[in-house]
Nanobody
Framework: EPLAEHGGGSVQAGGSLKLSCTAS????????MGWFRQAPGKDREFVAGVSYNGGRTFYTDPVKGRFTISRDNAKNTVTLEMNNLKPEDTAVYYCNGVNILGNSENFDYSLAGFDSWGQGTQVTVSS
């Protein structure tokens, strides 16, 4: 698989988790990367993105101020630190390459760079 996510688990509300995603191949540093999540019965949604060199980050409103995305191009990894977790954060989390247009307050994205999704990592937050 070109993408492999790790670090999920079960925590109580208010807790923290750190997810990591490792990408195979030599093109990782060419793409912005994003974290997505899919809750049971819901569509997969984008939650955070980071530019190709880590210089810009993007967050959706539900996670802004609680989640931090970063990347290490030398290790082909992108990380999502999640703090003050809420039960509504419960989902399977995935990473993928993206193109992001706009600024941190108003942006849009499209998938890019990888042909498939990884298996994801489960995050469960109990109240």
């Amino acid at each position: 698989e070109p993408l492999a996510e790790h670090g999920g688990g079960s925590v109580q509300a208010g807790g923290s988790l750190k997810l990591s995603c490792t990408a195979s191949g030599s093109t990782f540093s060419s793409y912005a990367m994003g974290w997505f999540r899919q809750a049971p019965g819901k569509d997969r949604e984008f939650v955070a993105g980071v530019s190709y060199n880590g210089g810009r980050t993007f967050y959706t409103d539900p996670v802004k101020g609680r989640f931090t995305i970063s990347r290490d191009n030398a290790k082909n990894t992108v990380t999502l630190e999640m703090n003050n977790l809420k039960p509504e954060d419960t989902a399977v989390y995935y990473c993928n390459g993206v193109n992001i247009l706009g600024n941190s307050e108003n942006f849009d994205y499209s998938l890019a760079g990888f042909d498939s999704w990884g298996q994801g990592t489960q995050v469960t937050v109990s109240s």
